[in-house]
């Protein structure tokens, strides 16, 4: 029984990795920042860090660990951000404020994106994956659509809503409008820090890798590799495809959660909600490596941090992330791509030792 | 031999397009038993594992197992779990996996713990964790594979993904296993060590065996009974030896 | 005869998808693969168009010919750098490489043309269509779109039906490995899908911007992928089916517009892919592919 005891422990190790370096981190920053060392720069990064590293993660389930493309991943983040915003500013109209509504919060944004990822995942998932890429991306927009369109307010009769405008509500003189259409909704209560953003992140990791490590997990992944295979040994695929994105929509929820109490104002642009977002979010975890949670987290920090720090080529920003998808693919997957490498590691016998040594390495560890 | 029987198929037929690919195929396997269906390229062997397996749905015909469960309508999960268990021609296996995992995935439906108590680490992942970690490793070691664990299954050699794919078949804990060409890229010796442990597992598991083979040294080594199937039609039926001597059988795989 | 003149808007719009739809469906069938960045060479072809028009002057007609033309080329160079070598790797992968080209694409016009938008000048000059005394009035742009689709839908017909090219292209969606082995260039194959889809792409950009004259540099990611919505609905592969889905797209999202909600009514275009998917995934003049075990 070695065996286990290995794996084991090497399972642990790398889990470990990945909350030591969160929690260094996060140390790091809370030292530097107790003596005033980061720039306001910086400072104003730290809750987006959390934010995009928890959508990177929780992409990851569905594209590297489940095998399906999903490019709506900020639509489901934007329903977690309405609604729990909503909540919370409705709260803060009341007089009611405090750390506890949060928490409630963020299980709003969770159950909703979450319900959101069960709705559309239920119809699509038992279709091929292409279609599951148009649909998510239609969703996606769809959804911040809606957050445009929507005017919601509350008074002593309840909840108002419409389509049209403030006026159209009809709501008394004790009313409130939450969401003003376009204009979205303002004054959210200031709710989410960096401490916040640091716990979610965990909880989130620790899902997934619990996740991934068990029965359900092991499921997921042997759909992706086989799906008929996986169906001859009496797993339902449509089943456990939905249990991986709808965890992974809650999760992008709970990511929006973030993002909304971070700011004052919260509407839905392409920036934030739109295909666009949901682009960086894939290019994160292609970058990092699919079905590898610390290598989501770290392509989320520094390509968070890089456009920031070089400021001159935030035009560019979106014109390399093209090109490393682009590049990244050709490289990783490209059948004459790999048989190049094998002829590269003939001609030079020093690559082939070490390519001989890394994968000796490699093809014992297996995922 | 118990007369029980396990497996027993009537006037099974599927059509594709205007192509009968099998037609009023009938079958009947007593418990136990290690049953063959042979004949030439294109016969129709896979279409029925498939039908079977509930992979393709039939156009008439029915399939019983072990005399009360009615097999066809069910789709392939619901076949799995009444117990019967397949691998495939071009092998299947969950290749970025390893060996191991490829075997405690297929033990899912006997150790059943709740994603929550998976992500939450209840008292029952562990228990049954432990437990499916022993069986998986007992199962690989029936098929010498012990040592091969930790490796992941697409690096294996082609002979022991064959048998990684019987062990993953057999851990479903089937009443019915169904082997599409296990031989199949096999050198002589490989043959050999299979047609023993196909036995080995018969006996030890308790388990009917249909197979599908071209290699006829395997074929007459183990097959008690046996099936020819020629143009998606019953060539001839019955003991290997009496079925091995038709003169149909002989002119189908001969030529004239 | 408001409904009427809806209706045929509708048909208009639906004309544009279908000649999208096109592009869609052939190299889908043929390449296996969901080509994302069809849209944005639509937009391409669109922004070409209007520098040689608006600004050098040149004759409309010849415009669009010579963006057609740049199109051609622009779709052959993105299969031979992007998706050639990807041939035989997973889908994902090559999906991803899709959405990275089709983004590339947008942020290239993005940084040539900028963000503002263009407006686009039409280039159909004939008078509108008068019926029933004025009642109906069908636009010039409508007119000429629909007939065109027709043309060019007839036309593919054709040549996928009569030529070798055609019958080589319809051997290699059948089976890409039998048709090397029958002595079908196969590489030479795809590359020609791609050649056509992008070629009609840039008449298909010129008629929606002259239908809705705004021109930015994200203007062909929405009608692409209601295009691709429309060749699923017709069924993914075949020509008549983009052309029925193309059409019953355009018309639904026409009259949804006007009687029940302009911001929704993407929403209901994409709830009606939605159940078709459930109740038909090969759409409506598609074939079921039996999975091969």
Known sequence: MDYFKLKRQKKARYNLSIYLMIIIAYAIVMILSSQGKISSLLNGLLVPFCTYSILAVSLNLVVGISGELSLGHAGFMCVGAFTSAVFTRYMKFLGVEGLYLFIIAILIGAVTAGFAGLLIGIPVLRLKGDYLAIVTLAFGEIIKNIANAIYLGFDENGAHFSLKNTMALGLSDKGFVVIKGAQGITGTPHYSSFTAGVILLIIVVTIILNLVNSRTGRNIKALRDNLIAAESVGISATKYKLIAFTIASSMAGVAGVLYAHNLTTLTALPKNFGYNMSITILVFVVLGGMGRIRGSIIAAVILTLLPEMLRGLSDFRMLIYSIVLIVVMIFTSAPAMKQYMEVLKNRFPVIKNLKASVLKKMSKEGE | MKENIMLSVKNLSIQFGGLHAVENFNLS?????????????????????????????????????????????????????????????????????????????ALQNKYRYSTISGILRLPRYHRYEALMDEEAMALLKVFNLENDAMMKSANLPYGKQRKLEIARAIATNPKVLLLDEPAAGMNENETKELMNTIRLIRDKFNMTVLLIEHDMKLVKGICEELTVLNFGKVLAQGETNEVLKNKEVIKAYLGE | MDFLTYFVNGLSLGSIYAIIALGYTMVYGIAKMLNFAHGDVLMIGSYITFVFMSQMGINPIISVLLAAICCTFIGVIIERIAYKPLRGANSLAVLITAIGV????????????????????????????????????????????????????????????????????????????????????????????????????????????????????????????????????????????????????????????????????????????????????????????????
């Open chain 2, 29 to 105: 396997i007593r418990e136990n038993e290690l049953y063959g269906l042979i004949g030439p390229n294109g016969a129709g062997k896979t279409t029925i594992f498939n039908l079977l397996t509930g992979v393709y749905k039939p156009t008439t015909g029915t399939i019983m197992l072990n005399g009360v469960n009615k097999i066809n309508g069910k789709n392939t999960i619901e076949i799995n779990k009444m117990g019967i268990a397949r691998t495939f021609q071009n092998i299947r296996l969950f290749h970025k996996l390893t060996v191991h995992d490829n075997v405690k995935i």
């Open chain 3, 102 to 293: 089709s983004y590339f694409l947008q942020n290239i016009s993005l940084l040539i043309f900028g963000a503002n938008t263009k407006s686009f000048k039409s280039i159909v000059t004939i008078p509108p269509l008068k019926l029933f005394d004025g009642q109906l009035m069908i636009s010039s742009e409508s007119i000429v779109t629909i007939a065109l689709c027709i043309i060019i839908m007839l036309a593919l017909t054709t040549f996928i039906n009569k030529t070798k090219m055609g019958q080589a292209m319809l051997a290699v969606s059948e089976d890409r490995s039998a048709s090397t082995l029958m002595g079908i260039n196969v590489n030479g194959t795809i590359a020609m899908t791609f050649a056509i889809g992008s070629f009609l792409a840039a008449f298909a950009g010129v008629l929606l911007c002259s239908a809705y004259p705004t021109l930015t540099p994200t203007t062909g990611a929405m009608p692409g992928i209601k295009a691709f919505v429309a060749a699923v609905i017709g069924g993914i592969g075949s020509i008549p089916g983009a052309f029925i889905g193309g059409l019953i797209l355009g018309v639904l999202e026409n009259l949804s517009k006007a009687y029940i909600s302009a911001q929704l009514s993407d929403a209901i275009v994409f709830s009606v892919l939605i159940i078709m998917l459930l109740v038909k995934p090969s759409g409506i003049l598609g074939k079921s592919n039996i999975e091969k075990v």
